[in-house]
């Protein structure tokens, strides 16, 4: 059956995402194939996937007064099991103080139980609204580094393909628990999809232009392109595959 190219839009704060891939039209019957082991090539499409979920997720919900915070010990740390519920009163106490001063508390976490015999400690973005000496009374097990939340052109990703990185045990082996997670009330930006947009032929002319930013903002004038560079061809069949990066013209960044 012939693929159609479908045209998918997240748009969230500031930012645009765009995804330009084919897609096959759904049969009227279909049977379900059997799962095959991902391939090196899928496993990173599949990480790089989370991350720009998670940067979707970051930019929708935090802006430059909100924290990404590092949560650490003094003296030996406990396991992984303790450090998460360590975590989990911290955030129940910091919503209760972040509660009476009428802020609604939102964080994206992830616990990082390092390689190579690395400390076990935990990444988080929280809402701001406290001095970074009052979230150090609230953790009260060690340390915090604590810095303003910085966006740029792309947003966050370079700290959400942080975020999502695999979790490794002591032994250095791949973890098995989820890499990030955020609050319930995080807006998770939903997509838009149109399969009508673009043709084969035209999306042939758009590959073309790789790197060319000014040419994709004439496609989207309301935006400037931040990344063109993701352009894919399945060696096989000739199919394109694009992921663009848009951000508001308007739109003023920290870096």
């Known amino acids: 059956?012939?693929?159609?190219?479908?045209?998918q839009r997240f748009e969230y704060a500031d930012y645009m995402?765009?995804?330009?891939?084919?897609?096959?039209?759904?049969?009227?019957?279909?049977?379900?194939?059997?799962?095959?082991?991902?391939?090196e090539t899928q496993i990173k499409l599949n990480q790089l996937n989370r991350a720009r979920?998670?940067?979707?997720?970051?930019?929708?919900?935090?802006?430059?007064?909100?924290y990404y915070?590092?949560?650490?010990?003094?003296?030996?740390?406990?396991?992984?099991?303790?450090?998460r519920k360590d975590v989990e009163s911290f955030l129940r106490k910091l919503k209760r103080v972040l509660k009476k001063k009428g802020i609604e508390l939102k964080w994206v976490k992830t616990i990082e139980t390092g390689s190579k015999g690395g400390r076990i400690h935990a990444h988080l973005v929280i809402t701001g609204g406290l001095s970074?000496?009052?979230?150090?009374?609230l953790w009260g097990r060690g340390l915090i580094d604590?810095?303003?939340?910085?966006?740029?052109?792309?947003?966050?990703?370079?700290?959400?393909?942080?975020f999502v990185k695999e979790l490794r045990n002591t032994a250095g082996e791949p973890g098995k628990k989820k890499a990030w997670s955020c609050s319930r009330n995080c807006v998770r930006p939903q997509p838009k999809c149109n399969d009508y947009k673009y043709s084969r032929k035209r999306v042939e002319t758009i590959a073309r232009e790789k790197g060319n930013a000014r040419f994709f903002e004439k496609?989207?004038?309301e935006y400037l392109c931040a990344d063109c560079e993701t352009i894919a061809e399945n060696p096989k069949n000739?199919?394109?595959?694009?992921?663009?990066?848009f951000y508001k013209a308007k739109a003023r960044f920290d870096l």
Do not use: W
């Open 69 to 83: 915070i590092t949560l650490t010990y003094k003296g030996e740390a406990p396991s992984e099991e303790q450090v």
């Open 1 to 7: 059956m012939k693929a159609i190219y479908r045209e």
């Open 238 to 245: 000739g199919l394109k595959f694009l992921h663009l990066i």
């Open 219 to 221: 496609l989207y004038p």
């Open 132 to 137: 970074p000496f009052e979230l150090q009374q």
């Open 53 to 66: 979920e998670c940067n979707r997720v970051i930019c929708a919900n935090f802006d430059n007064k909100c």
């Open 146 to 162: 604590c810095r303003p939340l910085m966006f740029g052109v792309d947003g966050v990703f370079g700290l959400s393909k942080y």
């Open 17 to 39: 995402e765009v995804a330009i891939y084919p897609v096959a039209p759904q049969p009227r019957a279909t049977v379900k194939p059997l799962r095959r082991p991902s391939t």
